[in-house]
T-cell receptor, first 113, second 114 residues
Framework: NAGVMQNPRHLVRRRGQEARLRCSPM?????VYWYRQLPEEGLKFMVY????????ESGMPKERFSAEFPKEGPSILRIQQVVRGDSAAYFC???????????FGSGTRLTVV | AQSVTQLGSHVSVSEGALVLLRCNYSSSVPPYLFWYVQYPNQGLQLLLK??????LVKGINGFEAEFKKSETSFHLTKPSAHMSDAAEYFC????????????FGDGTTLTVKP
């Protein structure tokens, strides 16, 4: 079992460009979560998805950010018109059931220049 | 609502000494509680979890945690620190399995001195 796969590991974007972050959950895991981690800070919840459904997006900024988990393929976190403040590590996690805890990917470190 | 507070953003111990990382939670219903470890430039790894069975939970790498409802605490301990334990540790709480969202503390960085 390959675990939670995130790509790319590092992503550099200029201000105003789009960033696409991908996450393939562990086999058999239908619950996917995205968290953001800023330097010297903890993990902040962004969005919780199941296949083809957004369950909770209360942590997502209302503008420029979107997420999907299609029937086929990885979950995508999309950030449009990136700004310097979007620079952070973005972690994806998956679970077969939230009561069991999460398996995390290695993260995507986004740098906006 | 659910929240966790980790007391002490940095903890330093000598190799072989007791490790104690503190976590207090707040929830309106019985919680599920977790401890995760994060090594530099890596994702988080689940250390252990409390899911309303035994109050003393044993995890990987010799860590354990005790759920104390009266104190709303879930402190992480290890009898003897090893250099490889140096990392950042996060406590997390989940009270609504239907929503499935865990809330994380701000983390505690553990330093182990030789």
């Amino acid at each position: 079992n390959a675990g939670v796969m995130q790509n790319p590991r590092h992503l550099v974007r200029r201000r105003g460009q789009e960033a696409r972050l991908r996450c393939s959950p562990m086999k058999g895991h239908s619950h996917v979560y995205w968290y953001r981690q800023l330097p010297e800070e903890g993990l902040k919840f962004m969005v919780y998805l199941q296949k083809e459904n957004i369950i909770d997006e209360s942590g997502m900024p209302k503008e420029r950010f979107s997420a999907e988990f299609p029937k086929e393929g990885p979950s995508i976190l999309r950030i449009q018109q990136v700004v310097r403040g979007d620079s952070a590590a973005y972690f994806c996690a998956s679970s077969p059931d939230p009561v069991y805890g999460y398996t995390f990917g290695s993260g995507t470190r986004l740098t906006v220049v | 609502a659910q929240s966790v507070t980790q007391l002490g953003s940095h903890v330093s111990v000598s190799e072989g000494a007791l490790v104690l990382l503190r976590c207090n939670y707040s929830s309106s219903v019985p919680p599920y509680l977790f401890w995760y470890v994060q090594y530099p430039n890596q994702g988080l790894q689940l250390l252990l979890k409390y899911t309303s069975a035994a109050t003393l939970v044993k995890g990987i790498n010799g860590f354990e945690a005790e759920f104390k409802k009266s104190e709303t605490s879930f402190h992480l301990t290890k009898p003897s620190a090893h250099m490889s334990d140096a990392a950042e540790y996060f406590c997390a709480v989940n009270i609504n399995t239907n929503a499935g969202k865990s809330t994380f503390g701000d983390g505690t960085t553990l330093t182990v001195k030789p």
